[in-house]
């Protein structure tokens, strides 16, 4: 599989609605699952959206606010329950650990897998996980708490072999992997074949941003430049800026401007206050800065 | 409100499905609101419900599993934004208040209202609360780790006085709550006009028992006869009886044969097993030795 795709379990704020739930997401990249936060009812989400509980071995904390991380220790039972033995990893500030370390303690004792706590910095933009897929970083975010933000970087991809010329130049299978990887192929004659006669490239590698919770903050812009899909929270409309700046929230403006100085190639937008009814004032607002501002929606998977 | 209701949040097991959420009921009496149990997205069915957050006072929490606690701190936290500041009690054992507490230190440092833990022995059947409208009697079950039912037993309701009556012998306002309470009527001649002429009964007071998770027990008959709603667990159809006497669970069968044999005028039975595509067999099965039985499913209100 080469896809890599954003499913939205939860893109509501702190109090959930019969609109939107708690954030959670799963990041589908090459089949493998990356979830990032989990709030209350995401298991449920993922049974909804039939997501693969088996296929999900990483899971990133954003910070630690209930509506990011009450979901975990009912995700945790379950994956136990289904009987998974593989590691599985969370990554997030020390605080997860010391949060979920009871409560295993008391409700899973006999848990059949093995949890590994990766504690990130939230201060620090670097690599906290690398696998043959991806490779992601911490993206420090300015909230009333140490938060931290995740950029999913695709790792480059084998070029494709054109079977037609590997044919015609009679090229032996134990060099195949040698020419994905870009070499050229030498003849028994001691012609040199270059590899662009023998390969069609790769698609160029995508990246995905994840920014909630966060201020405004122009910090972030060097790390998110260029990335194909932003996912920027929009808690409030401009009208209470007020609101968003005491509470550590972007608008839904904010979060079109980021995207705008970011040259990002996409913009969805989400975390949204339960006061809103409807989100066209949301829309609207970062419309008129980046066009085409897609609002995050439960049941929503974007391919990036 | 005269009313004595019983909401279905969630009866499914501890697995969820898209047809079940974990458990969760609210027992709505005079409009005063009692949660029994508070699985995860407890806060979620609420909304969906339309149940309101500002008339709950009491959560009644059988035993520490999580498809039956998990949902606290979400719950705790929303209250505490849609600023509540009246006490929240919660009746439990005692390592409800050991699981909560860390929480609570975490997440909820600025919480507006207190929350007080009533810890409950799951071993004595006792009172545990008591209002005006209600008495909340533990039930003691047979678990995996100690479990309480509970019995809701409403009190008795004041007499209706019958207008045309006090009109008549001209009775003063001051001496109505007396007639209501029972008394007879002295006129100024000395005249004893008996309470029975006065006032038209009360409709009977209804008693709600709730017994869940517990294997087939027998010793919960005497504390549940009578009842006028039983919600039994049936977390197994017969064919699995061994599954369920392994994990301390009840058939479907059991739970009506506790039923029958307690003289119980309804039974709803719930926290079905997840491998239960549909819930003919369990309604057949229960059907068989308690006609009538019903099954619980979310969104179900049922009039005790």
């Known amino acids: ?88 990893v969370i990554h997030g500030p020390k ?18 897998y093995p949890i590994r706590f990766n504690h990130i910095a939230p201060d620090q933009h670097e690599l906290i996980w690398e696998d043959r897929s991806v490779s992601v970083y911490s993206i420090p975010l300015k909230h009333r708490l140490p938060t931290s933000g995740f950029l999913f970087a695709e790792k480059a991809k084998e070029a494709h072999i054109i079977k037609e010329m590997t044919d015609f130049y009679q090229i032996p299978v134990r060099l195949l992997p040698s020419i994905k990887r870009g070499e050229d192929y030498i003849t028994p004659e001691g012609e040199r074949i270059p590899n662009g006669r023998l390969t069609r490239p790769a698609s160029t590698p995508k990246k995905y941003a994840y920014c909630s919770d966060t201020a405004y903050y122009e910090k972030i812009i060097p790390i998110i430049e260029g990335v194909d899909l932003l996912y920027h929270e929009a808690t409030f409309a401009s009208e209470d800026a007020a609101r968003a700046k005491e509470t550590f929230h972007s608008t839904a403006r904010q979060a079109a401007e980021i995207a705008r100085k970011a040259n990002v190639k996409r913009l969805v937008i989400g975390h949204y206050s339960a006061r809103y009814e409807e989100l066209h004032t949301l829309k609207k607002e970062a419309d008129e800065i980046f066009p085409g501002t897609i609002l995050a929606d439960e049941g929503m998977t974007l391919t990036v």
Chains 1, 2 share one sequence.
């Not at 220790?73 to 593989?86: D, W």
């Not at 605080?95 to 059949?112: A, D, H, K, M």
């Open 1 to 88: 599989m080469e896809c890599f795709e954003v499913n939205i379990l939860g893109c509501g704020s702190a109090l959930p609605t019969t609109r939107h739930l708690a954030t959670s997401q799963v990041v589908n990249l090459r089949d493998k699952l990356y979830m990032i936060d989990c709030g209350e009812a995401t298991q449920v989400q993922m049974r909804r959206m039939r997501i693969k509980f088996s296929r999900l071995n990483h899971i990133f904390i954003s910070h630690m606010h209930g509506d990011h991380c009450f979901g975990l220790p009912g995700l945790i039972s379950t994956l136990g329950m289904l009987g998974r033995n593989g590691e599985l």
């Open 95 to 112: 605080e997860t650990e010391t949060y979920l370390r009871p409560i295993l303690n008391t409700f899973c004792r006999e848990l059949p």
